[in-house]
């Protein structure tokens, strides 16, 4: 099983002039993702008792998630509002503070099953949040040597101020990292949390300090995979006719979960096991999923039967 952690929000989203709210957050829209690539897949994060979270319970139920790690809170749903720019992507205004994702705390996170495979995507929510943020970063570190455990830092402006400053967050991410198995993370984000170096950098010195692979990815640059050991595999991107990127980096980490699950990638050993050519079928598949995702309006991505050749269960 695959346990996602992380904020559930819902994204006010134009369209014809207004703001349409859809659920969102970059952990719940990875738990979509799997659901809807048929793994098992849990969801830890807080969720309002509010119509709101009522509708987004809903839907991971709907998409076969698991939510009894899930906890419950009075408090309202957290908010973000997107603005797309003209070429479609997306940046966020947050609504957080006595919000139902920013109150889960250490207290409060249930135990997990050893051999589960933890993963944690950011947002609004960064590791210096308290107590959030720091109840998930704890999580990792005490997971690690057990199950899998993988990271989407997905740096927004806000944490920066949440741990005082760029640089004390970057050190708080450089220690998580370096106890991780298994980071996903885009060029853009390198280079906010290290605006002295650049991307390609950055991720070399990720890898090299504790995981056993790092995954960069690039937009229509595709994705390059950079091993414990050095290595390097790339993919170009794929060219399709873009609606929006609203969840497209969500997509693709559900696809490269999926994708490595599926193949029985279940322990760090295994995963520092893939040779060159898995690598670069594992960013493919991953890709297909970001792009199909792209091409409709919101974080929409696409169940197994849409990917081709399909998805089968393995």
């Given at each position: 099983m695959i346990v996602v952690a992380g904020e559930a929000l819902v994204d006010l989203a134009p369209r014809d002039g207004l703001l349409l709210p859809l659920p969102g957050g970059s952990p719940y829209n990875v738990a979509v993702g799997l659901g809807r690539l048929g793994r098992r897949t849990s969801y830890l994060g807080g969720l309002s008792t509010d119509a709101f979270g009522q509708r987004m319970a809903e839907r991971l139920d709907a998409e076969s998630v698991d939510l009894s790690l899930c906890p419950r809170f009075d408090a309202p749903t957290t908010l973000a509002v997107v603005h797309l720019d003209a070429d479609g992507r997306a940046s966020y205004g947050f609504y957080l503070a006595g919000t139902a994702a920013a109150l889960l705390?250490?207290?409060?996170?249930?135990?997990?099953?050893?051999?589960?495979w933890l993963h944690v995507s950011l947002g609004a929510i960064g590791f210096a949040h308290a107590p959030t943020g720091r109840a998930l970063a704890g999580l990792?570190?005490?997971?690690?040597?057990?199950?899998?455990?993988?990271?989407?830092?997905?740096?927004?402006?806000?944490?920066?101020?949440?741990?005082g400053g760029v640089a004390a967050y970057a050190e708080v991410m450089d220690?998580?990292?370096?106890?991780?198995?298994?980071?996903?993370?885009?060029?853009?984000?390198?280079?906010q949390l290290h605006p002295a170096s650049d991307w390609h950098a950055s991720a070399r010195?990720?890898?090299?300090?504790?995981?056993?692979?790092?995954v960069v990815t690039r937009?229509?640059?595709g994705a390059v995979a950079v091993t414990a050991d050095g290595r390097e595999v790339a993919v170009p991107g794929a060219r399709v006719e873009v609606v929006d990127t609203v969840g497209a980096g969500d997509a693709f980490t559900a696809g490269l979960l999926a994708w490595l699950d599926r193949q029985g990638v279940s322990?760090?050993?295994?995963?520092?096991?893939l040779d060159d050519a898995t690598l670069a079928a594992a960013l493919t598949s991953a890709r297909q999923v970001a792009a199909l995702t792209c091409t409709r309006a919101g974080a929409d991505p696409p169940r197994a039967a849409e990917v081709a050749g399909g998805w089968p269960e393995g």
């Open positions: 705390a250490v207290d409060q996170l249930p135990p997990l099953p050893t051999d589960a990792l570190e005490q997971h690690a040597g057990r199950g899998l455990t993988s990271l989407d830092p997905n740096v927004r402006p806000l944490v920066f101020a949440q741990a220690r998580v990292v370096a106890a991780t198995d298994l980071v996903k993370v885009s060029d853009e984000d390198l280079e010195r990720w890898a090299a300090s504790g995981p056993a692979l790092v937009g229509p640059d322990d760090r050993h295994a995963l520092a096991g």
